[in-house]
């Protein structure tokens, strides 16, 4: 089965503390895998794609094979990080082409 | 370049009705994903067009139908309205395939079902 998981609907932290949202996947074959923000009052917006490997307003994720996880990481968070974080991940649909499979989603409140 | 724009955004509806929700994707694109958001179940995926086909197909009802038109205008059609489609209706669009590349989405609409 294809699946993504976010464990946790809300991560509450203070400003300057580390941050980790958790997303494990399930997927048979090679995954690409997704994180999707969206702010307040704002649409729903790309952050970072793992075969970029590139960090995006600070934020990194790293694609563990093994554990089957695409955590997304903050060394310091800030304020302005507060939104609903959605993990996704490109699975195979009923037509044969690929689809994103979102998770639940992870909502962030860093406060000061 | 403007963005995907959805129209209407809101809407009232009674149960057994039907309604009909369209999304023009930013120029260029011809696929566009089309997404049901609630608290609940988060974004579940409806279906994907790309050139007029329909390529993905979600696990909903028969009831929610879609179409693309030349231009990739696409629309969604929900008949016979029942209390629990009450969501926000999100479309995306991007260049190619809708599941490998990065997909920009709409501001929404926010059907309300009574």
């Known amino acids: 089965a294809q699946r993504v998981t976010q464990p946790e609907k809300l991560l509450s932290v203070f400003k300057g503390a580390p941050v980790e949202l958790k997303c494990n996947y399930s997927?048979?074959?090679?995954?690409?895998l997704f994180w999707y923000v969206q702010y307040s009052r704002q649409r729903l917006q790309l952050l970072l794609r793992?075969?970029s490997r590139e960090s995006i307003k600070g934020f990194t994720a790293d694609l563990n094979k093994g554990e089957t996880s695409f955590h997304l990481k903050k060394p310091f968070a800030q304020e302005e990080d507060s939104a609903m974080y959605y993990c996704?991940?490109?699975?195979?649909?009923?037509?044969?082409?690929?689809?994103?499979?979102f998770g639940a989603g992870t909502r962030l409140a860093v406060h000061p | 370049k403007a963005g995907v724009t959805q129209t209407p955004r809101y809407l009232i509806k009674t149960r057994g009705q039907q309604v009909t929700l369209s999304c023009s994707p930013i120029?260029?694109?011809?696929?566009v994903s089309w997404y049901q958001q609630t608290p609940g179940q988060g974004l579940q995926f409806l279906f994907e067009?790309?050139?007029?086909?329909?390529?993905n197909k979600g696990n909903f009802p028969g009831r929610f139908s879609g179409r693309q038109f030349s231009n990739s205008r696409s629309e969604m059609n929900v008949s016979t309205l029942e209390l629990g489609d009450s969501a926000l209706y999100l479309c995306a669009s991007s260049l190619d395939s809708g599941g490998r590349g990065e997909q920009y989405f709409g501001p929404g609409t926010r059907l309300t079902v009574t």
């Open positions: 120029s260029g694109h011809r696929s």
């Open positions: 067009y790309f050139s007029e086909t329909q390529r």
């Open positions: 793992h075969i």
């Open positions: 996704a991940l490109s699975g195979r649909g009923t037509g044969g082409y690929n689809k994103l499979i």
């Open positions: 997927y048979s074959g090679s995954p690409e």
